[in-house]
């Protein structure tokens, strides 16, 4: 299989008041094409810092990140930035978009700012696509609405749409569902889900292991070290779900969780 994402031997070190901090300690894993990763562990483990890092939002201390096959931190600031743009998606717990804009211009902007989306052809194709994925998403109607005038739950899945308009090979998560009532977390994570089926790696951090059990695999880290990785296979929705968390509950309760 190949290889979307590969870590070796990754650190991550602060400084605070002339003491530092170990944040990742020598963390090795990789990623294969179309898998969906869930990354697991204690507050202060070093999930999310290993996640911005390996996306290139955060820099290593040392070690290799090779993402795509480019050794992305080996990469200046600004091709770092085309390939987060370009190639790379992002969800956050927090749900950032900006309140001049709709939600329909939140979606597109990505697109827009696009070295790759150029002339007017090129802008109404990807104003199909947004309108397509706002579709498949079930929030067509609030398209014109501002980000104060929508659900939580349709928030995140416009986020979704946002982070797949120009087509990622890889999908960042950070707790996509950790500020959503149940409700609203299924219907997001069917989302992520849908995508990943049609072909878009997502690598998520999650403290929530009934959203873990939607992933292929989990990764558990305790104290920025990788300390179990296991795998649930690829999950068809509503077949054995409630297994798949009984396995992933006891392989948790071994790790420590």
């Known amino acids: 299989m190949e290889k979307v994402l590969e870590v070796k031997d990754l650190c991550k070190t602060y400084t605070i008041n002339k003491r530092e901090n170990k944040v990742l300690n ?6 294969e094409k179309g898998e969906m990763v869930a990354i697991m562990g204690p507050s202060g483990s070093g999930k999310s810092t290993l996640l911005y890092t390996v996306s290139g939002m955060d820099d290593a201390t040392s070690g ?6 480019k050794e992305i931190n080996t990469l200046s600031a ?11 998606g992002f969800i956050f717990q927090q749900m950032y978009m900006l309140k001049n804009l ?4 939140n979606i597109i902007l990505p697109a827009f700012q696009s070295k790759n989306v150029k002339g007017k052809v090129a802008r109404k194709e990807k104003q199909a696509d947004a309108q397509a994925l706002m579709q498949k998403m079930g929030i067509s109607e609030i398209a014109e609405n501002d980000i104060n005038e929508v659900s939580g739950g349709q928030l995140q899945r416009a986020c979704v749409c946002r982070s797949l308009i120009n087509k990622p090979k890889v999908i960042f998560a950070d707790e996509p569902t950790g500020a959503l009532n149940k409700q609203a977390s299924n219907e997001v994570m069917k989302e992520i889900g849908r995508a990943n089926k049609e072909g878009t790696t997502v690598v998520l951090v999650t403290h929530d292991a009934k959203v873990a059990a939607k992933s292929d695999r989990v990764i558990y880290l305790i104290d920025g070290q ?4 296991y795998v649930l296979g690829k999950y068809q929705e509503d077949d054995g779900l409630k297994e798949r968390e009984r396995l992933l509950n006891e392989w948790l309760l071994e790790q420590g969780w």
């Open 26 to 31: 020598n963390v090795n894993f990789s990623v």
């Open 64 to 69: 290799m990140i090779r993402f795509a096959s």
């Open 78 to 88: 600004t091709e770092m930035s085309d390939i987060r743009l370009n190639e790379m």
């Open 102 to 105: 709709t939600i329909f211009d």
């Open 226 to 229: 990788i300390i179990g990785d």
